[in-house]
């Protein structure tokens, strides 16, 4: 944080993207600010709280798989959000429940979110101040380095975080977190899609955000998976509605009519692991 400057996430005054989730997952914290542009995207969406939570789950649920089925150890949760009053199981519950000595260290550029974190969520090693706008700020912070060994393979979350991303950094923060990792690594992602759903609520949810801490960019699954282009998506499913994804029967999960969340596991190529594993019946 900038001396002398105070953060847009403390000026009460305007929504918070961490905040704003709070309220569609029906946590406890969010102001009046936040209450008034999720209930906006909620009118353009109504069906916004339940694909939030789809995404909650999905976040827990696909990272415990790539912990357990490729065996790794540690996993990084960049844009952790807020859990306070939230009665689901986190990324690090479900983690934890598969690999019960995982390191899960969280990230977050929200100071509120690291606060939260900080008081109420034991299950993360540690919580760090960082920006995935910009990876020396999360790879640079000497915290991450006592906690997580960048050198070997490690799970990195990125559940409902890019669509936070400008156009023209989006490709470059993904492209720059791949040659940071050790090959075999897995990237999980949810991105908020404008494929197959009416321009007209994706263009109300899109106001609902222009003044909050960052505007959202739907984009198409088209855009979304070119993101990846580089890794070896998971397939099946690859890229998919978050509520379906690793789910034995799509009746399991919930897909958005309003609005759509789309995600995704993908590994960095590595030969020496050989074919990519499915995710069919995950939990
Ligand atoms: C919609 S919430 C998603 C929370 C959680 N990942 C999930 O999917 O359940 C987005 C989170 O990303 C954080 N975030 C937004 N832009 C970010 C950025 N540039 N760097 C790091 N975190 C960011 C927000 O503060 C918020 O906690």
Known sequence: ????????ALAFTRPSTARMYSY?????????VDRAAAEAVLRSAPDAGVVARENFLFAGRAAAWAAKTHGIGQVLDVGAGILSGVPLPSVEDH???VCPGAVV?????????????????????RILEGDVRDLDTIFGNPDLKTSLNVAERMVVVLAAVLHFVADDQVKGVVDNLRQRLAPGSVLVMSHATSSATDRRRVSGME?????????????????????????????PPALCDVGRWGLPTPRDGQS???????????????SRHGRVRTPGGAR
Not at 1 to 8: E, K, L, Y
Not at 24 to 32: K, R, T
Not at 209 to 215: E, G, K, L
Request: proline share 5%; hydrophobic share 40%.
């Open 1 to 8: 944080m900038t001396a002398g400057r105070s953060h847009p």
């Open 24 to 32: 569609y997952l029906g946590g406890s914290a969010w102001f009046e």
């Open 95 to 97: 983690v934890h429940q």
């Open 105 to 125: 260290v969280g990230c977050d550029n929200d100071p509120v979110v690291l606060a939260h974190a900080r008081g109420l969520r034991p299950g993360y090693k």
């Open 207 to 235: 106001l609902a955000y222009v003044d909050a801490t960052s505007r959202i960019y739907f984009r198409t699954e088209e855009e979304i998976a070119d993101l990846l282009i580089d890794w070896d998506a998971v397939d």
């Open 256 to 270: 958005g009519r309003h609005v759509r969340v789309v995600g995704m596991a993908a590994v960095l190529p590595d």
